[in-house]
């Protein structure tokens, strides 16, 4: 008689390395950039507010913008296997279930809404409520169907500096609303950078993106066009009043030379390192940015 042995189990994760897992869902790199912004948008705001209103913002914005990014990683979590920028992704490699993936995700972004109802104000809840759903409902699926999804996922994307804004203002004003153009003229050059030396990543996965749909070339010169854009744009916060001339300087030289590095794409033959680069300078761009602000504020 044969004597039946147990089957295998594999051993179960340590509890740190599936923490860093569920914290890898939230993408705390963009959710780091967007709290640099809310914070611009709650510094910026005229009027004194609260530790409180200032904290839970911050927090409740926190929340809601990784769990739009859990549940966009939910959601392409098949074709994330395609890509190797996202191969290793929890949900990927399979370390996170879909089920708790899904749950995490809903429970995040309905504590970030709530925090925010509790220490804000409606308008600032709503306009978190409407970035998260139009993120994950709306730019999340078109992704696959048309490059317009961009400038679609720009507008959520934008939504931190004038949350921070409402939330001390508890109003839709002109420089609120001037923050919100900043960011979303900002994310258009950055995401065709990406685009373009990710080109054959996205493409495998079926994303449509510029580059893919209709060529480097067109890409770059939209690039150029959002650039172009930033620069007026992120200078009318001096004549709004709410900045002074240092802002505007810092703002006018970190335009300009953003805009000058988009304008080399346009004749470079080497694609993908440039748009590397180019890139990378966006990155540079946003927290200099910031750092106007808050030199302006202290000088």
């Avoid at 004597?3 to 051993?11: G, N, R």
């Avoid at 759903?133 to 999340?140: E, H, I, K, N, R």
């Avoid at 009043?241 to 988009?262: E, I, P």
């Avoid at 440039?274 to 750092?291: D, N, Q």
């Amino acid at each position: 008689m044969s004597v039946a042995t147990p089957t295998a189990q594999a051993p179960a994760r340590p509890a740190l390395a599936t923490l860093r897992d569920y914290v890898t869902l939230t993408k705390p790199s963009i959710t780091r950039m967007c709290l640099l912004m809310t914070g611009a948008g709650l510094g910026l705001a005229p009027g004194h507010t609260s530790l409180g209103v200032v904290l839970g913002a911050l927090a409740g914005t926190a929340l809601a913008v990784g769990s739009a990014n859990a549940l966009n990683m939910w959601w392409e979590r098949h074709t994330d296997r395609l890509m190797v920028r996202t191969r290793t992704r929890p949900l990927a490699e399979e370390r996170i279930s879909p089920a708790a993936a899904l749950a995490f995700g809903l429970a995040v972004g309905a504590a970030g809404l709530l925090l925010l109802a509790l220490t804000t104000n409606l308008l600032t809840t709503a306009l978190g409520a409407i970035a998260l759903a139009s993120y994950v409902l709306v730019y999340t699926p078109l992704k696959y169907h048309t490059p317009l999804a961009l400038v679609i996922g720009a507008v959520p994307g934008a939504m931190p500096p004038l949350m921070g804004w409402t939330a001390v203002t508890d109003r839709l004003d002109a420089p609120g609303l001037v923050l919100f153009g900043i960011l979303l003229l900002w994310q258009m050059p950055h995401f065709l950078a990406i685009s373009l030396f990710r080109k054959h990543d996205y493409a495998r996965a079926g994303i449509r993106i510029v580059p893919v749909v209709r060529g480097d070339q067109v890409a770059r010169r939209q690039a150029v066009a959002w650039a172009t854009g930033l620069v007026p744009v992120s200078l009318l916060l001096t004549p709004l009043g709410v900045t002074g001339t240092l802002y505007l300087l810092v703002a006018l030289m970190s335009g300009l030379a953003f805009l000058g590095f988009a304008i080399t794409g346009l004749r470079t033959t080497t694609g993908p390192s440039w748009a590397y680069r180019f890139f990378i300078a966006s990155l540079v761009y946003l927290p200099l940015l910031t750092l106007g602000f808050v030199l302006d504020r202290i000088v």
